[in-house]
């Protein structure tokens, strides 16, 4: 099954479009969501859904932007920030001449 990992707090009208597009997914897509964010914000907003059975995950984040890296809790010590590209926070990107 393939895994998204949603931002569901980084939108204007965050976490009701993000909720409602991550329902939508799993339900027609068959993948399994997680949704990063303010979990008491998510469960809410989840709650106001027919969701129940669907493979959706909250991973409650500390809700704090640093350089564009979403500090997130619920997983491993070593995946805890990434950046845009997946690259660990304050891990060299390569240059050019490493390619």
Do not use: C, W, Y
Request: proline share 7%; glycine share 12%.
């Amino acid at each position: 099954m393939i895994t998204i990992a949603v931002d569901a707090m980084g939108g204007d009208h965050a976490p009701r479009p993000e909720v409602e597009g991550a329902i939508v997914a799993a339900r027609e897509f068959g993948v399994r969501i997680l949704l990063a964010g303010l979990a008491p914000e998510l469960k809410r907003e989840l709650a106001k859904h027919s969701h129940r059975g669907l493979p959706i995950e909250i991973v409650p984040a500390s809700g704090s932007h640093l350089d564009g890296r979403l500090a997130v809790t619920g997983f491993p010590q070593e995946r805890r920030q990434l950046g845009a590209r997946g690259n660990k926070a304050g891990a060299r990107r390569p240059s050019r001449r490493d390619d």
